[in-house]
């Protein structure tokens, strides 16, 4: 059952969602300002906050300000339940509040609001190396990390598949690849397509870097003249 954290400094408007989202079938804790949402927020996790603004001790873009200095708190959908101005309301919206709804409530439009802020949100899985897209793709946070990983290769991948083969043959560093001789471009072939499948430029404990950023380091300038310039027969250039 999803977690509800209802932040609201007027004692019936809590009562009243607490009693109608426990009936919907949620698990429902109360807070009467943002420093109780926070506190509780920190302890114990909720999988959605539904969130007043006009509120003593820390209102709620208070609340918003320092949720979005909190990696862990900035995960969790907020929607905004108040009776401000448009302005207030606007400025919750620049907060990142996910959603915004105006008193009075009706628990319908509210119950639809967090079946949708609810469900798993799409990930960025990085930037295409061939077009800059950033394609996305649902995945589990609980699930362990190798089937995470397995789950963004499987969603690079699928979208590398849209683009042409023209599209490939138009990457400036294969290009450049093509103008080795076939018996020396093993390495940084094989290190491109890893890339254009899979990697996309991670960054990580396995030290995968992207290739442009690569290619702007000496270190492989120099490998990459040296096997233009290497005669010798099964040089370590080639491979």
Known sequence: MSRILVVDDEPTIRTFLFE???????TVTTAGNGAEALNHAR?????AVLLDLLMPVMDGLSFLRERQAQPDLARVPVVV????SMDVLSAATRLRATAVLSKPLDLDVLSAVLQHVLRRPPRPVGTCPICGATPMAELDPAAPLARRLRAVHS???AHILLHSAADVARMPLRQRLLQLPADRRDILTDWLYRDLRQDWGDQDRR?????????SSPGLHRLWHDMVRCAYPGCCHGG
């Open 43 to 47: 302890e114990h996790g909720s999988d």
């Open 81 to 84: 339940l108040s009776a401000a």
């Open 20 to 26: 109608g989202l426990t009936d919907a079938g949620y």
């Open 155 to 157: 969603a690079r991948r």
């Open 207 to 215: 030290s995968v870097y992207s290739i442009d950023e690569a290619l």
